[in-house]
């Protein structure tokens, strides 16, 4: 069972502030998957990181996929109140007729203004 | 373009009674899947369905069913329903399989 670990599970910042948000396997994956999810909706899809090493920024975020495509992270610059929501990741698996995404089970994030 | 169509959005139904939520997909994309997604477990796979057949099925009881249209409209099915079935159920489409869903608004299952 490939599992993702997200980390911190909880974040509550100012507004202005820079944060990080991890996601990690023991798992190679395909490609990873950010979400972010207002409350009462569903998962928005941010960005799609596949190769090894990648980076990928959109506007003020940043994602990173870790070299052996088993972990990634999301950096924010500046975080403004409209950030507010849960992120998650998920994994495409590599290999095999498995059509479906692993997600971690999020981050929190609360900017105050 | 029309995004991913869930009905109802909110739902209370009794213990051991039955529900249908139903999702109308992206026009074009073919593969639905299903998640449930609670507070302690997150979002777990109920199944995926692409082209009217399922392709991949989630640890869940036999509960909990589900089909695809010829027009890939989907339906998910929870019989006898139990408290913990009290859940976020969220459908997700894509053009195919798990490279990038793009997920309805959801269906708040309330059991009481």
Redesign the interface.
Known sequence: TQLLEQSPQFLSIQEGENLTVYCNSSSVFS?L?W?RQEP??????LV?VVTGGEVKKLKRLTFQFGDARKDSSLHITAAQPGDTGLY?C?G??TAG??????????TLLTVNP | KAG?TQTPRYLIKTRGQQVTLSCSPISGHR?V?W?QQTPG?????LF?Y?SETQ??K?NFPGRFSGRQFSNSRSEMNVSTLELGDSALY?C?SSIQ??????????TRLTVV
């Open positions: 490609s998957q979400y009462g909706e569903g998962p928005v899809l799609t998650l998920a495409e698996p007729s498995n059509y479906k995404l692993t997600f971690g089970k999020g | 991913v593969s899947s998640y477990q997150g979002l777990q796979f995926e692409f392709r991949n989630g969220l997700a399989g798990a490279a990038g869903y793009t997920f309805g608004s959801g």
